[in-house]
């Protein structure tokens, strides 16, 4: 006798496994998705720490931070004053923050210990925020 069954898979079966597609996919796309933010957030963590570090430099050649007024540029190209900077700078370039904008500096730094204020103001470019718009800040 011949078998004339179609071998397949049923409808029924066939919505079991879309069904646990979805509950897994429910679970695992918020963590892929939430990924490059958190990279982002921490780049800027990173290059904080790089600027911080230039910044330590700066001060120890001349004796104090670049003022408000001189900023960050102060780190790639010679201020006025500046008598003991370091030819060829402390950075090659200023780095811009993972959404584009400008760090911000102010020197004498008004929340930090370290005599400067250092931060980005996170996705949304705008001061306060929370989560993936919160500021990051050197002091924090």
């Known amino acids: ?14 919505l079991v ?6 509950v897994l996919a429910t679970f695992v796309a918020p963590k892929i998705f939430d ?3 958190k990279a982002r957030r921490t780049q ?5 720490k790089g600027i911080q570090q230039a910044l330590e430099l700066y001060k120890l050649d001349n004796r104090k931070y670049p003022t408000t007024n001189q900023g960050l540029k102060a780190l790639v ?4 004053g500046a008598k003991n900077w370091k030819d060829g700078g402390y ?4 780095p811009k923050d ?3 904008n400008d760090y911000i500096y102010l020197s004498p730094g008004i929340q930090s210990k370290s005599g400067y204020d250092l931060m980005s103001y996170g996705a949304d470019g705008k001061k306060g ?11 924090e």
Do not use: H, Y
């Not at 800027?44 to 904080?48: F, G, I, K, N, P």
């Open 129 to 139: 925020g929370t989560e993936d718009n919160a500021d990051i800040t050197n002091w």
């Open 1 to 14: 006798m011949k078998n004339n069954r179609l071998s397949g898979f049923t409808l029924m079966e066939l």
């Open 77 to 80: 190209e010679k201020p006025a």
């Open 17 to 22: 496994v879309i069904v646990i597609i979805g």
């Open 44 to 48: 800027a963590e990173m290059q904080l």
């Open 98 to 100: 993972p959404w584009d």
């Open 35 to 37: 990924a490059p933010e």
């Open 91 to 94: 950075m090659q370039k200023l």
